[in-house]
């Protein structure tokens, strides 16, 4: 167990659906993660939140959206799913921007 | 449990010398292996892989030395330059699982 929790670990669900993946950072760590596992294209940067807030942004879709809540736990909500949407999603949590990083062990979403 | 581990938490190397950054891992199933480098707020983007058949994969400045019976991962980048000062993450798969390392802070010094 490397201390951030993600459940579930695996989902299936149908095109246009919605979905909420959740994520609980190791402990004392602000700061959390999401990214988008796929075969064509890689680790994708989704969203970072510090704290409860939003800290930085990358390829995340306006389907999707995220948020971190007082006990910094965090949810990833994906909206309007497509058959592309089916990927691993992780999250990270880390106490900096530099050191530290721990991932969890993913949820894998599949889109049918 | 950490599957992956990269020990170092920093590095500091003289541009134009070599880095050499480290990673250990557990499971012997793992079968790929791969580099990732993270700029701050940003995500990580895919340097290099090896597959578990091989010992060496090379791309330019960069090169990846997988020692299996040590089950210990290297990267090397040569010669090092300011640019590369970023983070660097080992990742393994088996099957359809990535375990991640934590990361090692390369800083280059011009």
């Known amino acids: 167990d490397s201390g951030v929790t993600q459940t579930p670990k695996h989902l299936i669900t149908a095109t246009g659906q919605r979905v909420t993946l959740r994520c609980s950072p190791r402990?004392?760590?602000?700061?959390v993660y999401w990214y988008q596992q796929s075969l064509d294209q890689g680790l994708q940067f989704l969203i970072q939140y510090y704290n409860g807030e939003e800290r930085a942004k990358g390829n995340i879709l306006e389907r999707f959206s995220a948020q971190q809540f007082p006990d910094l736990h965090s949810e990833l909500n994906l909206s309007s799913l497509e058959l592309g949407d089916s990927a691993l999603y992780f999250c990270?949590?880390?106490?900096?921007?530099?050191?530290?990083?721990?991932f969890g062990s993913g949820t894998r979403l599949t889109v049918v | 449990d950490q599957q992956v581990k990269q020990n170092s938490p920093s590095l500091s190397v003289q541009e134009g010398r070599i880095s050499i950054l480290n990673c250990d891992y557990t499971n012997s199933m793992f079968d790929y292996f791969l580099w990732y480098k993270k700029y701050p707020a940003e995500g990580p983007t895919f340097l290099i892989s090896i597959s578990s058949i091989k010992d060496k994969n090379e791309d330019g400045r960069f090169t990846v030395f997988l020692n299996k019976s040590a089950k210990h991962l290297s990267l090397h980048i040569v010669p090092s330059q300011p640019g590369d000062s970023a983070v660097y993450f080992c990742a393994a798969i088996t099957g359809n699982q990535f375990y991640f390392g934590t990361g090692t802070s390369l800083t280059v010094i011009p």
């Open positions: 402990s004392g760590d602000l700061s």
């Open positions: 990270a949590s880390t106490t900096g921007d530099n050191y530290g990083y721990t």
